[in-house]
Structure formats: structure tokens, C-alpha cells
């Protein structure tokens, strides 16, 4: 049998056996034809499009302008409302402590009392004076932390100052300094307790240089001593109807562990700690709306605001966020309310409803805010009228009365 057959007898075809290929020329011609076959299936698809007829509601939409959007001028709340939550507290106590003298010298005997166990204890009065040094009680709204000097400045000197005027009145402003007219006020309520406010030693200043060719010689300043308010003489009361529960008696000697004194205020309150963030809508004496189970709505006062508490990451109340310890007077008719009651509450006005528009509706908002008219009493349709931005929220803005009223409506677009 011959190698190249099979048996079956036939032959198999080599594999170096040579392919069939179109000539070029032919697959240029069957290229032509097939793009000549495509252009004139896309013409006649175009043609057979033009044919079909167009409805009469499509051809009215390439006529007709886009219509126009509107928004209304409302009254209503623009500004979110800010809401904290307090609970019902018992009245809070206050212990009178002693603190020692910096003259080692003084024997710390308590000399004087001006109040007993079971009175109420009002603002400017003596509690109790130890080593001929009074102890006077301020009815105060945010705490006292430092003794006050004339120049000095801040939100304790404010509170101090509000405390002052309601006991001394005099020619100087209630307000974060403390002038040499308030510390004349303080001289007077501290005589009409028959003691004088303490002093200290301040070395003068040197005088100007002059401008003759030949100085004055120099000459030895004594040192003047100026009035100062202490704080260790102030007994801070953070509440009202402020009650003696206890009091150390003439001749009892003052230590720096036990309390002299102990008060409590007899009211309840509302206690609620104030976040960082909303601590500038509770300070001291604003109006806030209170509402609380089983009781109508009623409005409170902020007693006081405390100071800056960080929870400690050790202690209990490490999950707690920082916040300011917060009173609220208890409102008349909600004495009943049991200990540990919610209390929801936010600032007075915080929800009442202002002249307003949509955000989207204001044009050049960055640089000359206005509003084009669509309907309005005092407007022509079309016209522009200028406004000014109050403040926005939650998508609108609230304006300023420009002659735009509610029930009026300005457009969106075009």
C-alpha cells in the first residue's frame, strides 16, 4: 500500500497544501457594494421618516414657550428651631465654705451672723461674717470665679454687675466691664453692711518724661492701694426663695472642710445641660417655650448658665456630651410636677413665621438680591423688585418688607 493512503483509500491533502484567495481587485468590488447596499438602506429609512405625518399637538411644542415656574410669598418659619431637653430637679443647694486667709496670723472665728436656720436669704444680704471679713449673698445668673478690678472684662463681670444694679443703682453701665463707677457701687453695698471692701497695694506709675531740656529730678512714688471685690466674700445664690437649712454660730471656728452655712432653694427647677452649639440661645434671662407632660405650655426664664463642663473619659459621665449646667425657673402652676420629669424647651420667638420665599427664587443672590414679579398688589408683572436676605433655612429665605405680601407670587423661571 502506498504510504499516502489511508485506509479507508483515500488520499489526505498535505498540510502545506496552498489556501484559495480572492483576487484583490474582487474584495475591493464586494467592499464597494456593501457600502453602497448600507447608504441606501439608511436614505430610504430618512425618506419613509419625512413621510410619516407630525400631529398637531408636536408641532404645537415647537411653537409654545416653556411655561413659566412660580413660588408664593408665604409667612412661615424659616429659621430651624432650636430644642434642648431638661428634666424637673429638686432646688439647688448651696454650701458656704471658708476660704483661708492669706495672713497666717488670722484666727478664722466666725464674728458675725446675719441670717438664721428656716429664713429666706435675699440678694445683698449678710449670711455671716468670719475674722471681721463679711460674706455677703448675691443673687447672680452666671457664676463669679475671680476677684474684679476696674478694666476688667468679661461675662462675670456682666452677671456681677446685674446683681449690683438691682441693690445699688448708679451712673454706670450694666454691661462685660468693670468701670471705676461700678467699683463705687460695690464700696457702697459693702459699707451699708458695715464693712469696707479690701484693698491692694499697686505701685504708681512713674511720671511722663517732660519735654524741657532739663528733666525734673526724680522723685520716690509711694505705692497706692485701690479697692478690689472679692469673690471669696460673695455667696452665689443660683436660685430663688433661697432657704437657711444650717449656720455656724458667733465664736464657732471656720475650717476649710466643713460648711458654714447651708442654703437650698425651696422652689423646684428645670436642670438640662446646653450644648456648645446652642449655649448662645439660653443665656441668662431669656424666655424659653416649656412644654411637659400633663401641663398646658408655659414660658420660663434662664436662671443661669454655668460653666464649661468636659466629661471626664474615667468618670461616669464620660459619654456625655460638653455642655453648660443650665437652670430654668420653674413656671408658676407646674409645682406639681414630680422630680425627673421631661421638659422640652426652646428659646421664645425661635418658631415665629416671617415673610418669606423659596431660595430658588432669588436672583443675584450674591451680589444684588432680587425677585422678578409674576403676580403681587403693590408689583406690575414682570417687574423686578429688590429684597433683603434676613437670614435662610430649610430652602427658603426670609425677606425683608420690601412691598412684597403673602399671597403674592414671584417666578422661578424663565
Do not use: C
Amino acid at each position: 500500500m502506498n504510504k499516502l493512503e489511508t485506509s479507508s483509500g483515500s488520499t489526505p491533502e498535505p498540510e502545506d497544501a496552498p489556501r484559495v484567495k480572492l483576487p484583490r481587485v474582487a474584495r475591493l468590488k464586494l467592499a464597494i457594494v456593501f457600502a453602497s447596499v448600507t447608504a441606501l438602506i439608511a436614505a430610504a429609512g430618512f425618506a419613509a421618516g419625512l413621510l410619516v405625518p407630525r400631529s398637531p399637538a408636536a408641532e404645537g411644542l415647537d411653537l409654545t414657550e416653556p411655561a413659566p415656574v412660580n413660588a408664593p410669598v408665604e409667612l412661615r418659619v424659616v429659621e430651624e428651631t432650636t430644642v434642648a431637653q431638661g428634666s424637673v430637679a429638686p432646688g439647688r443647694k448651696t454650701d458656704v465654705m471658708y476660704v483661708p486667709a492669706e495672713d497666717p496670723g488670722v484666727i478664722p472665728y466666725v464674728t458675725a451672723t446675719g441670717v438664721s436656720v428656716g429664713t429666706l436669704v435675699s440678694s445683698g444680704s449678710l449670711v455671716l461674717a468670719v475674722a471681721g471679713r463679711p460674706m455677703i449673698a448675691l443673687r447672680v445668673d452666671s457664676p463669679l470665679y475671680r476677684p474684679l478690678r476696674v478694666g476688667d472684662t468679661g461675662s462675670d463681670v456682666l452677671a456681677f454687675e446685674r446683681a449690683l444694679s438691682a441693690l445699688v443703682p448708679g451712673d454706670y453701665d450694666v454691661d462685660e466691664f468693670f468701670s471705676a463707677n461700678s467699683m463705687s457701687a460695690a464700696e457702697e453695698l459693702w459699707e451699708t453692711r458695715g464693712y469696707a471692701l479690701p484693698t491692694e497695694e499697686v505701685a504708681a506709675s512713674s511720671p511722663p518724661p517732660t519735654s524741657t531740656a532739663s528733666p525734673a529730678p526724680s522723685q520716690n512714688t509711694a505705692p497706692i492701694r485701690y479697692s478690689y471685690v472679692p469673690v471669696t466674700e460673695i455667696v452665689q445664690l443660683m436660685g430663688n426663695d433661697v432657704t437657711v437649712d444650717s449656720i455656724a454660730a458667733v465664736g464657732d471656728l471656720a475650717g476649710a472642710e466643713e460648711p458654714l452655712a447651708q442654703l437650698s432653694a425651696a422652689s423646684k427647677e428645670i436642670q438640662l445641660n446646653v450644648s456648645v452649639v446652642d449655649e448662645g440661645d439660653f443665656i441668662a434671662g431669656t424666655a424659653v417655650v416649656l412644654s411637659a407632660p400633663g401641663v398646658q405650655d408655659a414660658t420660663g426664664t434662664v436662671l443661669s448658665i454655668g460653666e464649661l463642663v468636659i466629661p471626664d473619659s474615667s468618670s461616669d459621665t464620660s459619654g456625655a456630651p460638653a455642655g453648660r449646667e443650665t437652670t430654668v425657673a420653674l413656671p408658676d402652676g407646674w409645682n406639681a410636677l414630680p422630680e425627673g420629669t421631661v421638659v422640652q424647651m426652646s428659646p421664645e420667638g425661635s418658631s415665629s413665621p416671617v415673610l418669606a420665599i423659596p431660595l430658588t427664587a432669588i436672583r443675584d443672590a450674591s451680589g444684588s438680591p432680587h425677585v422678578i414679579v409674576d403676580t403681587a398688589t403693590n408689583f406690575e408683572a414682570g417687574e423686578r423688585a429688590d429684597i433683603g436676605v434676613l437670614s435662610t433655612g430649610s430652602g427658603w429665605a426670609q425677606i425683608s418688607e420690601v412691598g412684597l405680601e403673602p399671597g403674592d407670587s414671584v417666578r422661578i423661571t424663565p
